[in-house]
């Protein structure tokens, strides 16, 4: 009998505090306006789906790279503290790998979705759309894939063939 009684009273002491938190919530982080949330969410496809209106040119990204990206990167993509970008001396299936944005991206849509998502490292989210585009346009040119008086838009960037387009598995299309 006592046993049941105790069983009783270690549930209500239980069960109290969950309810009270249920109510109340844990009170951690705070709510996303709608127009954040809009803004942070956004996926380019490699088909280019999701690409915002806007167009960019090298002669412009140049300035932008200089300006956000190069005191990481280094002149023209050579890398410093960060990542190289551009100007690979041998190739991605030499030992060790040359890893840059020519010799190993499959599309220039999601070189853009990359920028746009979380570059510059120091303030991800703070380039203007045309700031990105201007600066993917630029990092193409560095890479020898497009010409310097290119110009790249919305609808054109995912017809750009990167050089390493094939060279990646596909393992969800070759599986049974
Ligand atoms: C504060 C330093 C910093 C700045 C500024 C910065 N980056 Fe980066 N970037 C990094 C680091 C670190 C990585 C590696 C991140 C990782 O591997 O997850 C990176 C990775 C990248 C990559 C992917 C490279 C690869 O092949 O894996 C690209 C592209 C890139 N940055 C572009 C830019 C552009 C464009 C700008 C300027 C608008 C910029 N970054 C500014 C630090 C920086």
Redesign the pocket.
């Known amino acids: 009998m006592s046993t049941i009684k105790y069983s009783v009273i270690i549930m209500l002491l239980w069960t109290g505090p969950a309810l009270a938190q249920d109510n109340n919530g844990p009170r951690l982080g705070k709510h996303l306006s709608k127009e954040t949330i809009q803004q942070r969410n956004f996926t380019v496809f490699p088909n280019g789906q999701g690409l915002p209106l806007g167009q960019g040119t090298v002669e412009a990204g140049r300035t932008?790279?200089t300006t956000?990206?190069l005191?990481?990167?280094g002149t023209e993509g050579s890398g410093n503290?960060?990542?190289e970008?551009a100007g690979a001396l041998h190739r991605l299936t030499d030992e060790p790998p040359d890893?840059?944005?020519g010799t190993?991206?499959p599309y220039a849509t999601t070189?853009f979705d990359?920028?746009r998502r979380?570059?510059?490292?120091?303030s991800p989210g703070s380039?203007t759309t045309q700031?990105v585009y201007d600066?993917t346009a630029y990092?193409l040119f560095l890479n020898e894939i497009i010409d310097y008086d290119h110009t790249i838009d919305n609808k054109t960037l995912a017809n750009i063939k990167m050089p390493n387009r094939n060279g990646f598995i596909d393992l969800y299309s070759t599986k049974k």
């Open positions: 932008v790279y956000r990206c005191h990481c990167h503290s960060a990542e970008l890893k840059t944005i190993y991206w070189l990359f920028i979380s570059m510059p490292m120091d380039l700031n600066v990092l």
